[in-house]
T-cell receptor, first 115, second 113 residues
């Protein structure tokens, strides 16, 4: 079956512009996670959804970052007024349910470059 | 707090050598432990996992045993191949962190023919 897909695969944007990153989880997966992978910070958790709800937004790096999920499926991560330090690979993962025994399946990521 | 520490790389080995990548963790409660692998140009893939103490995860010739007494989850393989060259990440998941994956820094493995 289809895995987690993300779009775009690459995004180059100018500092100060807004960007929107999209994640399509595996069908039927209720839990969805966003992570960021950067050279300086390694892999860091941003936010998770259980259904359409994001109970904990404390992992988002600043108030320029927001995320939503609609219909229990597609999620978008929006970064407003991008800064150079936002440059990273943004990874989305989904799992069948929320719980530590459930495997998280990762998408290929969106490489964001802020110039 | 919850954290994962893994050995720094890169680790360079010859083909057919024995591999160990060390991983230790700190966690509140009872975590599940994972090894993920990222091959060059590819996304993260789960390599193996263990959900309780003394469990052994295994896949593709790799093994790791969940050791609660030493809070470790070391990755081993008896005979590595060039195709094993990748970055390996140790991670944990636990209830009080909302089951997010908490990651080690990653270890780059280079296998020379």
């Amino acid at each position: 079956g289809a895995g987690v897909s993300q779009s775009p695969s690459n995004k180059v944007t100018e500092k100060g512009k807004d960007v929107e990153l999209r994640c399509d989880p595996i069908s039927g997966h209720t839990a969805l996670y966003w992570y960021r992978q950067s050279l300086g910070q390694g892999l860091e958790f941003l936010i998770y959804f259980q259904g359409n709800s994001a109970p904990d937004k404390s992992g988002l790096p600043s108030d320029r970052f927001s995320a939503e999920r609609t219909g229990g499926s597609v999620s978008t991560l929006t970064i407003q007024r991008t800064q150079q330090e936002d440059s990273a690979v943004y990874l989305c993962a989904s799992s069948l349910a929320l719980g530590q025994t459930y495997e998280q399946y990762f998408g290929p990521g969106t490489r964001l470059t802020v110039t | 707090g919850n954290s994962v520490t893994q050995m720094e790389g890169p680790v360079t080995l010859s083909e057919e050598a024995f591999l160990t990548i060390n991983c230790t963790y700190t966690a509140t409660g009872y975590p599940s432990l994972f090894w993920y692998v990222q091959y060059p140009g590819e996304g993260l893939q789960l390599l193996l996992k263990a959900t309780k103490a003394d469990d052994k995860g295994s896949n593709k010739g790799f093994e790791a045993t969940y050791r609660k007494e030493t809070t470790s989850f070391h990755l081993e393989k008896g005979s590595v191949q060039v195709s094993d060259s990748a970055v390996y990440f140790c991670a944990l998941s636990v209830l009080d962190s909302n089951y997010q994956l908490i990651w080690g820094a990653g270890t780059k493995l280079i296998i020379k023919p």
